[in-house]
Each structure stands twice: as C-alpha cells, then as structure tokens.
C-alpha cells in the first residue's frame, strides 16, 4: 500500500506569545480553506525529541488530505527559537508567517502573570527582580527559557532578523496586536489575502481568548502545563499518540478551565515601565527603522 503524500504546512503562527496568537489560530480554524493543526501550540520544530521524529509527527496533527485546503501552525516560541529558521525553511523555503507584535513592555507583564498562574513563575519574585534572572534562564531548561525570558522575547528585531536570514521580507506578515484588538475583521482580512485564501469569508471575531486570570489550585497546572515535569515526561514517552491528542486537545483544556477564574492583575506603577522601557529602546529604534513599526512606552 502505497503512504499517501501529505501537502506540506504552508504557514505558521509563529508569535509573539501574549499577542493574540491564539485569536488568530481560532479565526483561521473558522476558514473553510485553512485546516489548522488539532492544537495550537505545535513544539515540532523546536524540541529535538519532536523533530527527531520526522514529518510522520507533525502530520499526526493534520486530519487526511484535503487539496482544497491550505495546512496551518502556531507555536508562540518559534520567533525566538535561534534553530527555528532553518528548520523550517529546510522543511518548506516556501513557507509564510505570521507575526503577532504587542507593545513589549506590557507584552513582558503580560507573560509574566500568564507565567504566574501557569505556576512557571515563583509568585515572591517581582517582575522587576526577575529582569535579574533573564540571563541564567536563557540557559536553563525548556520551560526557563520559553517562559520565562519575558524581556528576551520582546527583541522583536532581533527576532525578525534572524527569520529574514532564510525568508524573504515577503513571506513574513507582521500585525500589530492594537490592529487585532480594536478591527479584528480587518485584521483577519490582511492576513487571509496574505494567504491567498478567500478574503470574503465571514467569521466570528467576538469571542476572547486567553483572558487575564489566576489558578485555583496551582499543583493542578505544574502536572498539566509544565513540559519539564518528570510526571509529564513520563506519560508523553508511554503513552498512545492519539491518546496524547485527546489529552492535549480535550482533557487538559477543560481541566484548566475549570482551574481558572478570571481576575485583572494590578498594573504596572510608570516607575516600573520606565524601568523595564530602557531594556527595549535600542531594539525599538532597530525596528522602527527597518519595518516601520513604532510602539509608545
């Protein structure tokens, strides 16, 4: 019996995380020429013990093959990923991305509460403090250096700069997060004809996803959302793909749901956002200068 071919992923999602990523992926599912992955936040290409696997990996993400649709990704840690590009290019060089970009210091507050009620974070330390911590965790293990490197994900043009060593600035669509919030129709119209996919389509923009909030009880999200968890790494090497799906896909979202009450975190003091807006300034002139892209501080 011969495999049958799967048409390769045409674009990926691939950040900022905390920039309405998770909007677009669940306004692209509503497309009916986009299939988008069975789950949002695909780790293919930047965990070895993912990649290692092969192409038979990612397509388990995919239903069967559909030619009248294009195949769609996300994973909010691909920006900053230094191996991502190349991996990705050598996949498809035809590849098209999308970039999510929110004003970086409210972006960096932003993940780090998001870190906080994910219990990543140690809720003692301060935001501030943790600028202290950036440089070690850069260097620590998958979760430390994906989480909770707040303000090294915020170098957007450093980021960009590395994609562009393998794409062409034509592959790579940027959207302000300011444009997603306040016009999401015209949001998602740039980004449809930016897939050449029927931009008429009416979809549903209302809905909000991933609101500010705190865990109930936070033992719950250390065994359901941290990848370096011994518990977690155990049943990810033992069990069936198809059952890690449904856990991934079914169980553990509602598990954290049920987990989650909604709740606004205190905002930062103008003394704290001064502080944390001189870590950006160069990179904000970089990017400004280069892609024409300005965020107030």
């Known amino acids: 019996m011969n495999t049958p071919k799967h048409p390769p992923v045409s674009f990926w999602i691939i950040g900022a995380q ?32 993912f990649y290692n696997q092969g192409e038979k990996y990612l397509n388990g993400f995919f239903e069967n093959n559909d030619s009248a649709k294009i195949r769609g990704a996300a994973y909010v840690h691909m920006l900053t990923d230094e191996k991502c590009p190349e991996r990705v290019f050598s996949y498809n060089p035809e590849t098209k991305l999308i970039v999510v970009l929110r004003e970086p210091v409210s972006r960096a507050y932003s993940a780090y509460q998001y870190a906080i009620r994910n219990s990543w974070e140690n809720p003692e330390i301060s935001f501030l403090d943790t600028m202290k911590l950036e440089e070690n965790r850069m260097n620590g293990n998958f979760t430390e250096r994906h989480e909770l490197t707040y303000f090294y994900h915020g170098l957007y043009h450093l980021h960009l700069s590395n994609w562009l060593k393998y794409f062409p600035r034509k592959n790579i669509l940027i959207i302000n997060q300011d444009l997603l919030e306040k016009m999401p129709v015209e949001a998602m119209k740039n980004i449809f004809q930016f897939l050449s996919v029927d931009d008429s389509v009416s979809i549903d923009t ?23 968890n011994p518990f977690t790494k155990l049943i990810s090497n033992i069990i069936p793909f198809k059952l890690k799906l449904f856990l991934r896909t079914r169980l553990f979202p509602f598990i954290y749901k049920l987990n989650t009450v909604e709740k606004k975190y205190p905002p930062l003091t103008g003394g704290e956002r001064k502080i944390v807006g001189k870590y950006f300034e160069n990179d904000l002139d970089l990017l400004a200068r280069d892609f024409g892209i300005k965020f107030i501080l």
């Open 18 to 49: 905390k920039s309405g990523t998770t909007s677009i992926y669940r306004y692209l599912e509503q497309h009916p020429g986009v299939e988008m992955a069975k789950v949002k936040e695909l780790h293919y290409f930047t965990q070895d013990r």
């Open 206 to 228: 209302t809905i909000r996803f991933n609101t500010a909030g705190v865990s109930k009880f936070s033992f719950i999200n250390r065994i359901i959302n941290n990848p370096d």
